[in-house]
């Protein structure tokens, strides 16, 4: 398809165990943003890739959270020994920077539930 | 410590009727955007404005930037009932690229 996206849709987890999320962003997108969404409040800034450019890792909330973009495209946000404060919807954009330009095209995300 | 500030946090108003949702921050940002999100659905973009001072009409929705480009309005008039869902502001501060959200205003518009 041509817009973002995630997987898995649905994820529940026991408390400590470690999970991966996937992003596909649009193709030719250079940047990638990872948000957490907790149930009908705003978005909270994870992650940020840009091209080439180291991550702006300054959102991630603990050191159990990291995320990795392959080649460019495919992101991966894992998190280790998960906790229940963990549960939430992880929301996963891509644009194309072009000065302030910055549409960011979001999926439909994957809700995470840890009991 | 939310970088944009949305108010009010919720509102419930009958159809027909106007409001404006406000979007405020201590930082400037190069532009601002405005988002409406569904249940289930990731935000889709409404609007972005860029210049301090920019007023952006879409249809009912007015937008307007302020002048010192801290602060950005949303103002609906005769709200419909498919004017329902979460807004949500998001800004590019001068001299990055990530994109920050506001803290989300849930609007609900009573038939």
């Known amino acids: 398809g041509a817009g973002v996206s995630q997987s898995p849709s649905n994820k529940v987890t026991e408390k400590g165990k470690d999970v991966e999320l996937r992003c596909d962003p649009i193709?030719?997108?250079?940047?990638l943003y990872w948000y957490r969404q907790s149930l009908g409040q705003g978005l909270e800034f994870l992650i940020y890739?840009?091209?080439?450019?180291?991550?702006?890792k300054s959102g991630l909330p603990s050191d159990r959270f990291s995320a990795e973009r392959t080649g460019g495209s495919v992101s991966t946000l894992t998190i280790q020994r998960t906790q229940q404060e963990d549960s939430a919807v992880y929301l996963c954009?891509?644009?194309?920077?072009?000065?302030?330009?910055?549409?960011?095209?979001f999926g439909q995300g994957t809700r995470l539930t840890v009991v | 410590t939310q970088l944009l500030e949305q108010s009010p946090q919720f509102l419930s108003i009958q159809e027909g009727e106007n409001l404006t949702v406000y979007c405020n921050s201590s930082s400037v940002f190069s532009s601002l955007q405005w988002y409406r999100q569904e249940p289930g659905e990731g935000p889709v973009l409404l609007v972005t404005v860029v210049t301090g001072g920019e007023v952006k009409k879409l249809k009912r929705l007015t937008f307007q930037f302020g002048d010192a480009r801290k602060d950005s309005s949303l103002h609906i008039t005769a709200a419909q009932p498919g004017d329902t869902g979460l807004y949500l502001c998001a800004g590019v501060r001068t001299g990055a690229n990530n994109l920050f959200f506001g803290t989300g205003t849930r609007l609900t518009v009573i038939p």
């Open positions: 890739f840009q091209g080439n450019s180291a991550p702006d």
């Open positions: 954009a891509s644009s194309l920077v072009k000065g302030w330009d910055t549409e960011a095209f």
């Open positions: 193709s030719g997108h250079t940047a």
